[in-house]
């Protein structure tokens, strides 16, 4: 527990504000070769390169080696591998990765917390839980301790749930804010889950929107054409902006009012961490 505790400290300390400024992490199966050099050129701020259900089982070693050479050339963004939480895959997975130069790794259907911190003591990464279980969201709040990040897992929590596809989000909200409110009691970042249908960009913006209104940092991401609308939904916006900067400069420090409110330093910070998210680009 002590050396869980520990890598877990370090993996807040070292992570936590770049994570919080992550607008779009972008999944691709980590056997598709194409769509990984693809991703080179792309703005996602994360690219999440997956061994685990975007792989079929035949081809989940040579993915694997895909996934680790792919990550000794750098992307623009973070890069991080979602493992198989599961033999016979597993250990192999985890052996390959604490080899590598990969920066983050995604544990899926987490369930405890204790699973989060063997895998951090194991490769000495930084580890994103993925919430997507009922003992997930029950747990979140002890799993987000030993955790970088919280990344809603929305199809297999959906699926866990016996929720009916395509009418699950709106009774998914209480998991989604348990996950945040898990993720916030940590200092970590916590992100949206995926939105399943690629033809539909409004409805992509709408729960963009929804996302960033519960509080999520960025949204998980299937398809290149969503990376746009991620980040401008989840970035500020030029009103946001310029409105932080106007508290920031009329700040004096204690409770006063401005343009007809009352601020305190809390405001100030704020501001200045919509600041720091406009000025981020990896």
């Not at 792309?42 to 061994?51: E, I, K, R, Y």
Request: glycine content about 6%.
């Amino acid at each position: 527990m002590l050396a869980s505790a520990r890598a877990s400290k370090q993996n807040r300390e070292m992570n936590q504000p770049d994570l919080r400024l992550c607008r779009s992490l972008l999944f691709l199966p980590a056997s598709n070769p194409r769509a990984i050099e693809k991703a080179r050129g792309l703005a996602a701020d994360m690219v999440v390169l997956d061994l685990e259900d975007a792989v079929k089982s035949q081809d989940k070693d040579s993915a694997r080696e895909a996934a680790i050479e792919a990550v000794s050339h750098p992307f623009p963004g973070r890069t991080a591998i979602r493992i198989n939480a599961s033999e016979p895959w597993h250990e192999a997975d985890l052996a390959a990765v604490a080899d590598s130069a990969v920066q983050l790794l995604v544990y899926p259907l987490t369930g405890r917390p204790e699973d989060i911190g063997r895998v951090a003591d194991r490769t000495g990464k930084p580890v994103m839980a993925m919430i997507e279980t009922a003992r997930g969201v029950i747990n979140a709040a002890a799993i987000a301790v030993e955790s970088a990040a919280l990344i809603a897992g929305t199809n297999d929590l959906s699926a866990d749930l016996g929720l009916r596809p395509g009418h699950a989000r709106p009774v998914l909200t209480t998991a989604l804010q348990m996950t945040i409110l898990a993720a916030r009691a940590a200092g970590i970042a916590a992100f949206d889950g995926v939105y399943n249908r690629l033809d539909d960009p409004e409805g992509l913006e709408a729960e963009c929107r929804e996302g960033r209104s519960f509080g999520f940092d960025g949204k998980s991401l299937i398809h290149p054409n969503q990376i746009e609308t991620a980040n401008r939904r989840f970035g500020p916006s030029a009103d946001e902006v310029e409105a932080a900067k106007r508290l920031i400069e009329a700040a004096t420090g204690g409770a006063e009012r401005y343009e007809g409110e009352m601020i305190e330093s809390m405001h100030v910070a704020q501001a200045r961490f919509v600041l720091a998210r406009a000025r981020h680009a990896f």
